[in-house]
């Protein structure tokens, strides 16, 4: 198999397509200059092939996001011959209009984490490439027309701001993420976004809201339940709501994202280095 789609999950999303019905053709764990991927999951659905692999785990929550291996992954999608990456998020709210359940397609990043590696390129002078557009405007058109009809609010906007976790954010940080433009808080979009752009593939992301952010709406602090009695039972369930509708979204998506022409700027971001000599034919050559 050879996808050249993948969707880079959070926990498990492989048990999510098997109880729709979909057998993974095969597992892999790709060793990579960067240490050994997350396990990819190859599925095949009406013709089209696609790579899965969960960020956080296989079975549970494993891996909180400053110890992920985004370069790993991503890495090891890109020798499969993957080109179109979907990430699947599930930030806190920033804002009372984007409520828990609501999917929102983000159109930029604000970075505010102190995380890990954040570029492929060490040692060389590469790499000052445009941010904006941040994601694949092909997939990210692709995905809001594909969300069309979906049965949860969709959002086609949203400024994502990336803290490094695993802990959630005082009430403070929450209300200087608000002042500085941000609509979402989560741990995982930076750096694997940035990375994905110097590996030239397409990246787009749909996020799912968990939770409004700390003092945006008054909860009272529960030990002993998730996020702290940060998020409602009835928040709870519409986040469910949506975890349970992972694989069906998922399979309305593909198509329409594995039908893009990558005339977007994507599979060019580096082509400036290209035309100087510095990049050689084989992307394997580019990063260290
Ligand atoms: N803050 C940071 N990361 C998150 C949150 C949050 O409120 N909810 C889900 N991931």
New binding site residues.
Partial sequence: MKPEIAVIARVGAHKAFEAAGLEPEKTEVYPTPYGDSRPVHFFRREGLEFAVLSRHGEAGYDLS?PFLNPRANLYALKSLGVAKVLAWV????LRREMAPGDLVVPRDVLDEGKGGPQTFFKGVGWGFIRHNPLFCPELREALLKALAGAPFTVHGHGVYVA?T?PR??TAAE?RKFRLLGGDL???TLAPEVFLARELELCYTALTYV?????GLVDRPYQPGVL?EG?ATPDEIQKVAAVEAAFPELILRILPALAATARQCPCPRLLERYRLRGDLGPDWRSWVK
């Fill in positions: 996001a599930a930030p806190g709210s803290t976790g959630l954010e929450i808080v989560g741990q968990v939770n409004y952010g700390e996020f940060l």
